[in-house]
């Protein structure tokens, strides 16, 4: 589990630019199918119609025998599907593209319109694959060769500078439209979702049931007042950098960051905080969360890229504070979003357990970071 020109979405652009060959471009690549592609079905059904998919996106592929083509699944996330078309074209080359299907129902969660106005922005910056093109439930985006990071791998020294240095740049690209950040809009408009839900199962409705949404609301809300007073920057943010968006070329040493579906503009601490919560991976296990000393790695790579041992303790403690508030939040968010998919979702995966695990580790920490907090608020408001 980022040019000055304003588009709303891609299709919609794309709609306002018709080709010469029927087909409508947002600028002078990124093409537009009106095709969808059912992920419910069996790979061995659903392959063809990403063939029909892929010949109808792109012109040059339309003539090509479907035994040009080949299609393999590269990773099946719990929102999304990912797959790799490779095909040999007409000259003899062989090219590779990602079809991204999203997930049923993922609308419900994730704003479409946003994930693809920041996609040319961050691509243009050198982030993700570069958008080929659009269709009715996904997108076409260039191969990335290069393999999936694990959570054991984000906690590598190396890596994980490289990772703070990338995700600062990351934070400095400029995405047309509002400035204001969105957790705890997103996070109250998953909570009115979640606290609404009627389950047909009856054994997860019974435990559904037992959890107490007005606790969760005065928690969220305590906790909001709270990080309005650390004053933390805000960034256009990931969100969702977790070791399943993180892939690395070993060979070239390259590092990419990948699914920008949850990107918005947003705190910094809670993107850093919510990388950090992301060492415990799908298994939740909290324990690898890093060390102080891990976080003062990053923060160093993070703050000066090119002098990182002389960030001083003063600003060291200062990001500490601001990410651990804000790893807190980041346990309610997913909690809350876990319960929708819970209902939502065909995927199989523990969605219950999963809001359970975050909302009891956030229970478990809360205390300390809270106290660390308003500690060093104190001793800022004093100085």
Same mark, same amino acid.
């Given at each position: 589990? !980022? ?26 690549s ?23 998919? #892929?010949k ?11 035994? #040009?083509?080949?299609?393999?699944t590269?990773? !099946? ?14 000259? !003899? ?17 994730i704003? $479409?319109? $946003? ?20 269709f ?6 260039? =191969? @990335? ?22 995700l $600062? ?5 400029? @995405? ?9 809009? %997103? ?40 990080? !309005? &007073?650390?004053?933390?920057p805000?960034?256009?943010a990931?969100?969702? &950098? ?8 070993d ?11 949850y990107?918005?503009?947003n ?9 950090f ?5 799908? %298994? #939740?296990?909290?324990s ?9 790695? =990053? ?29 807190l939040?980041?346990h ?16 199989? =995966? ?6 359970f ?22 001793r800022?408001?004093?100085?």
């Amino acid at each position: 589990m !980022g040019a000055t020109k304003s588009i709303s979405t891609a299709m919609e652009a794309n709609q306002a630019k018709p080709s010469a060959n029927g087909h409508s471009t947002a600028d002078d690549s990124i093409l537009h199918s009106n095709l969808s592609v059912d992920t419910a079905l069996s790979f061995p059904l659903m392959a063809p119609r990403v063939i029909a998919l #892929c010949k109808d996106l792109f012109p040059k592929w339309a003539k090509l025998n479907e035994s #040009c083509f080949s299609v393999e699944t590269v990773s !099946g996330g719990i929102t999304n599907l990912l797959l790799k078309v490779s095909v040999n074209e007409e000259n !003899g080359e062989d090219v590779s593209v990602t079809v991204r299907l999203y997930g049923p129902n993922t609308d419900y969660v994730i704003n $479409r319109e $946003r994930e693809l106005q920041a996609i040319k922005y961050l691509s243009a910056a050198g982030f993700g694959a570069k958008l080929l093109g659009v269709f009715g439930n996904g997108m076409v985006q260039s =191969f @990335i060769h290069a393999r999936t990071l694990t959570p054991s791998d984000m906690r590598k020294p190396k890596l994980a500078s490289e990772i703070a240095k990338q995700l $600062r740049r990351f934070h400095q690209v400029e @995405i047309p439209g509002s400035k204001e950040p969105q957790l705890w809009i %997103d996070l109250f408009k998953f909570f009115e979702k979640a606290s609404s839900l009627q389950f047909e199962d009856t054994d997860k409705q019974k435990i559904y049931e037992t959890i107490s949404f007005e606790e969760v609301h005065k928690e969220a809300t305590q906790l909001k007042e709270l990080t !309005g &007073l650390l004053n933390a920057p805000v960034v256009f943010a990931h969100n969702d &950098l977790l070791s399943g968006n993180l892939m690395l070329n070993d060979e070239q040493e390259k590092l990419y960051f990948i699914d920008f579906e949850y990107g918005s503009y947003n705190y910094r601490g809670f993107d850093i905080g919510n990388h950090f919560n992301e060492y415990a991976g799908y %298994d #939740c296990d909290y324990s690898l969360y890093p060390s102080k000393d891990e976080q003062y790695h =990053f923060f160093r790579h993070y703050l000066q890229p090119e002098k990182p041992n002389e960030v001083s303790e003063k600003d060291l403690e200062a990001l500490y504070v601001e990410t651990n508030t804000f790893m807190l939040a980041s346990h309610i968010y997913w909690a809350l979003w876990a319960l929708i998919q819970a209902r939502m979702s065909p995927i199989d =995966f523990d969605y219950i357990e999963y809001f359970f695990s975050r909302y009891n580790e956030y229970k478990k920490q809360k205390e300390k970071y809270i106290s660390l907090a308003k500690s060093h608020l104190s001793r800022y408001e004093k100085a």
